[in-house]
């Protein structure tokens, strides 16, 4: 199980990691209290007031400091001195996805946000775009949730690219796969100057109450009659169909126009 480790005098802070971790399921060890030295954490993440930075000079983990501490040199996060719940989720989501924490203040609070995307055909970063399109959902989503959001979104987005931009049909993606040429395959097309400039299109509006994604290729589309209503345990291991089903398990609704170019994604923030 996920684990923070923290070391501050800070009562309030104190609280709102322990909120943080009964809300994530992750364990909470205070290390005023336990006795576990820094350099056995193998796993999890550390937030700790600067001055007590000298007893972490050899942690192999994530670390956040309250305050910028002296003479440390050790790559870090550093949290304003009035952190709040958001500022832990910023620093924990952050540390997992290779982001930074942005400057957040504890007397703003995130309501809506609406914005619009505009994604090349660069399927060999799908995780860096993906993490860029949410990372301000930690204002609206548990952890948790946020990182099924993000499966169930890069699904959809390598549909947009493959499928539609770059007109990959289902045969020659499992002939390519089945034949460890998938890359070329990709290579191949991305070299075709009908497809390579294409875009795909990625519309977000996200409040406390719902989150709408729609994602629009330049692809011809496709019959969406044939999108399978139940699905077995066995087309998670298809190659065919498996994105939809992925981000249908993530997912509230998942709505197609007509013409099957654009997708609509809707989830509840619970």
Known sequence: MKSIYFKTDNVGLIAEIEAFCQEEGFNSFNLSREHIDPSDINYGFIIADAEFSDLFQTVKVHIAFVGHPDNY?????VLDQNARLIHIKSFIDSAMNGGVIENISSNCTLKKMTYHYEIGNDIFSIDKI???LTKDFIYFFK?????????GLAEMITNAIEHGNLEITGEEKFEATENDRYYDL???KLKISKL??????VFVTVSQKLLKITI??????FDTSKIKKKHSEE?????????ILIASMYFDEINYNKKGN??????KVS
């Open 262 to 267: 654009v997708v609509e994604l809707i989830k």
């Open 73 to 77: 040199n050790t790559p870090h996060y």
């Open 216 to 221: 629009k290729d330049k692809g011809k589309g």
């Open 196 to 201: 390579k400039n294409r875009k795909v299109n």
């Open 186 to 188: 990709l290579k191949e």
């Open 143 to 151: 952890i948790s949730d946020l990182q099924k959001i993000r499966i």
């Open 130 to 132: 993906v993490y860029n």
């Open 235 to 243: 087309d998670l291991y298809k190659l065919h169909g498996r994105g």
